[in-house]
C-alpha cells in the first residue's frame, strides 16, 4: 500500500466516531492536499547495509581513507587485510561478535604461521574498519573494542654499522648504486620517496630538495656535500633523457621492489645482512641523535607527525648508556 494511503487511513480511523460526516471529509482533503507536497516512505527499523554488501562497505571504507590521504601502499594493505577477513565471513557485518574476531585471527594465525607482530596489525586494521562502520551507523556496535591489543617481542632493528656502511659502498660496482646508497642515507627518505623525485627537484647549490611522503606532505630533507658529489657523478654520466633522478631498465623511473631488489644483491656482495631501505632511514636517524642532533630536528627530517614513532626509529648504543652512567652516576 503506497504510504500517503496508509497515512490517510489510519488517521481516518482513529477519528472515526469522534469527527462525522461533512468534517470528515474535510480532514481527509486537507491531509491529502499537505501530504501530497511531501515524499513519504516507511521508515524501516532494521539494519539496513547500505550498497548492499560488506564488499561494498569496504569499497566505501577504502575511498574514505584515500581522501584522508592514507598512501596507495596502505590503501592496498587495507584492502588485503579487510578482503580476505571478508571472503571468510559466513553472516552479515553486523552480525560479527568480538567471538568472531577472536576466532578468525586465531585460526589465521594457525594456518599461515604468521607471528604475533604480523597478526597485531591485523586487528589494527579491523579495529579500523569496525570503527569506521559504526560511527558512520553501518552497525549497531564495534565488535573489536573487546579484542584486547595482542602482544609480540619487540626485536631492537640494528642501523648500520660504520663498517656496513663501507662494505655496500665499496661493493657498488656503478655510479648509479653508489649515489642511491649515499642519498638513501643522506637524506633518510622513504624508498616510496625516491622513485618520486625528479633530477630538477635537487636544489645542488644549497644542497637539499622537497619530497612529498606520506598523505602527500611535503617536508625538505638535505644532502650531505659526499652524497652530492656522488650524485652529479651519475647525472653527468647518464645518455637518456628521464626526468627522474634514478633510473633503471630501459632509461625509465626506478621503481620501489627494483631499489629493494639491488640493495638485496648489494648486501649479498658486501657480505652485510638485511639490506632494504628502510635500514638506511634508520641509520640516519641513529647517528644524527649520536651526534647531539635534538629528537624534534630528527621527527621533522624523517617527516614523522607523532614523534613518538621517531623514537622507535633510533637504536641508542649501548656505549653511549654507559657513558652517560659513568658521567652522572660517580
Known amino acids: 500500500m503506497d504510504a500517503k494511503c496508509e497515512i490517510l487511513d489510519n488517521v481516518t480511523a482513529a477519528v472515526t466516531g469522534i469527527i462525522t460526516g461533512t468534517a470528515l471529509e474535510k480532514l481527509k482533503e486537507v491531509l491529502l492536499a499537505e501530504l501530497a507536497k511531501y515524499e513519504v516512505q516507511e521508515r524501516c527499523t532494521e539494519i539496513v547495509v547500505r550498497d548492499g554488501s560488506a564488499e561494498g562497505l569496504l569499497r566505501k571504507f577504502l575511498a574514505t581513507k584515500r581522501i584522508e590521504g592514507k598512501s596507495e601502499n596502505t590503501i592496498r594493505y587495507y584492502s588485503d587485510v579487510i578482503g580476505t577477513f571478508v571472503n571468510r565471513l559466513d553472516r552479515r557485518l553486523y552480525e560479527v561478535t568480538a567471538f568472531d574476531l577472536r576466532l578468525y585471527l586465531s585460526l589465521y594465525k594457525e594456518e599461515r604461521k604468521v607471528n604475533n607482530r604480523t597478526l ?29 591489543q595482542i602482544k609480540y617481542d619487540k626485536v ?119 639490506v632494504h631501505p628502510h635500514r638506511f632511514r634508520r641509520t640516519l636517524a641513529t647517528d644524527l641523535i ?8 630528527v621527527q621533522r627530517i624523517l617527516g614523522h607527525e607523532d614523534i613518538r614513532t621517531t623514537q622507535v626509529y633510533v637504536y641508542v648504543q649501548q656505549r653511549n648508556v654507559k657513558n652517560t652512567y659513568e658521567r652522572y652516576a660517580s
Open 120 to 148: 597485531e596489525n591485523i586487528r589494527k586494521v579491523l579495529s579500523s574498519f569496525f570503527g569506521w562502520l559504526y560511527d558512520e551507523e553501518f552497525i549497531p556496535h564495534n565488535p573489536c573494542r573487546a579484542v584486547k
Open 156 to 274: 631492537i632493528r640494528k642501523p648500520f654499522s660504520g663498517e656496513d656502511m663501507e662494505k655496500l659502498k665499496n661493493a657498488c660496482t656503478n655510479a648509479r648504486d653508489l649515489a642511491l646508497v649515499h642519498f638513501l642515507y643522506a637524506t633518510g627518505c622513504r624508498v616510496s620517496e625516491v622513485v618520486s623525485v625528479d633530477t630538477a627537484d635537487v636544489d645542488f647549490l644549497n644542497r637539499e630538495l622537497v619530497v612529498y611522503g606520506k598523505g602527500g606532505k611535503e617536508r625538505t630533507v638535505y644532502l650531505t656535500q659526499v652524497a652530492t658529489m656522488y650524485l652529479k657523478t651519475y647525472i653527468s654520466g647518464r645518455k637518456d633523457n628521464s626526468k627522474a633522478l634514478f633510473v633503471g631498465k630501459g632509461s625509465k623511473r626506478i621503481q620501489k621492489n627494483a631499489i629493494e631488489s639491488l640493495l638485496k644483491r648489494l648486501g649479498r656482495r658486501a657480505g652485510v645482512e638485511n
Open 290 to 297: 649520536d651526534r647531539g642532533a635534538a629528537l624534534q630536528d
